[in-house]
């Protein structure tokens, strides 16, 4: 119990201070995960983060005015990471932190997040609840890294979705 109040500590000053590392690269326990938000193609300030561990609510911060945070995630759970900024739809990922065993070490994860205006037309709501990334440990890249099928199919989907895109991403969700 008391390592996890260390790293929630750890993040709560990652947070609060995005221009300082915290987090000792190659270490065996922590994925560090650097995440900038921007709209429009700018930094965005005064915007919610919300982590959840294994679909619990861990921390809820509101990062100072940089647009760029830092978390430190322990290896072997499932994280989602939401972003929330008034005026804007939520941002999701997805993290999924296992990785084999014989593993030792790895480079931080690096995440823009690109909010969309509320009052996008070419938001389609039913899309923009899903995550935009689903991270993960890939072993020919030895190191976590998004699904770029996955990430291209949702952001095409919300843009202009289809009947096609339905039925891809429902039947996608079934075979799990």
Same mark, same amino acid.
């Given at each position: 119990?008391?390592?996890?109040?260390?790293?929630?500590?750890?993040?709560?000053?990652?947070?609060?201070?995005?221009?300082?590392?915290?987090?000792?690269?190659?270490?065996?326990?922590? /994925?560090?995960?650097?995440?900038?938000?921007?709209? !429009?193609? *700018?930094?965005?300030?005064?915007?919610?983060?919300?982590?959840?561990?294994? !679909?619990?609510?861990?921390?809820?911060?509101?990062?100072?005015?940089?647009?760029?945070?830092? %978390?430190? %995630?322990?290896?072997?759970?499932?994280?989602?990471?939401?972003?929330?900024?008034?005026?804007?739809?939520?941002?999701?990922?997805?993290? !999924?932190?296992?990785?084999?065993?014989?593993?030792?070490?790895?480079?931080?994860? %690096?995440?823009?997040?690109? %909010?969309?205006? /509320?009052?996008?037309? !070419?938001?389609?709501?039913?899309?923009?609840?899903?995550?935009?990334?689903?991270?993960?440990?890939?072993?020919?890249?030895?190191?976590?890294?998004?699904?770029?099928?996955?990430?291209?199919?949702?952001?095409?989907?919300?843009? *202009?979705?289809?009947?096609?895109?339905?039925? *891809? /991403?429902?039947?996608?969700? *079934?075979?799990?």
């Amino acid at each position: 119990m008391m390592k996890i109040h260390i790293h929630l500590l750890t993040l709560v000053v990652a947070l609060a201070f995005p221009a300082t590392s915290l987090f000792a690269q190659g270490d065996d326990n922590i /994925l560090p995960v650097d995440v900038s938000v921007t709209a !429009n193609g *700018r930094p965005v300030g005064q915007f919610t983060v919300t982590l959840y561990r294994d !679909n619990e609510q861990v921390l809820q911060l509101q990062p100072n005015k940089f647009s760029a945070f830092k %978390l430190g %995630l322990e290896v072997g759970a499932h994280y989602s990471i939401s972003v929330v900024k008034e005026g804007f739809h939520e941002k999701l990922i997805s993290v !999924n932190t296992d990785v084999p065993e014989e593993v030792a070490g790895w480079e931080p994860y %690096l995440c823009e997040l690109q %909010l969309r205006s /509320l009052e996008d037309a !070419n938001v389609t709501p039913f899309y923009i609840d899903f995550p935009s990334a689903l991270v993960r440990w890939y072993g020919r890249k030895r190191g976590f890294d998004h699904s770029e099928h996955y990430t291209q199919d949702i952001q095409a989907a919300i843009e *202009r979705p289809t009947t096609d895109d339905v039925e *891809r /991403l429902v039947s996608a969700d *079934r075979s799990r």
